[in-house]
């Protein structure tokens, strides 16, 4: 998957990537989210800007919070 580095990835852009991991390789959503994290910023919470790395939290917390309701 090419990113451009411009870009603003959005919270709904991560919770679709968290789903597709988690239903593609049967993952729980602590592992997708390490996984997407490897892939998409490379291990490093800057790589792809302050406002994405947000959205990448927001979006784990949104589904960890949905997940434990």
Do not use: C, P
């Amino acid at each position: 998957m090419v990113i451009n580095n411009g870009g603003n990835l959005s919270t709904e852009y991560f919770k679709a990537y968290f789903h597709l991991i988690m239903v593609t390789q049967g993952a729980s959503l602590d592992h997708a989210r390490d996984i997407a994290f490897a892939r998409l910023f490379n291990n490093e919470a800057t790589s792809l800007g302050d406002s994405s790395y947000n959205h990448f939290i927001e979006a784990y917390l949104e589904m960890k919070n949905v997940k434990t309701v």
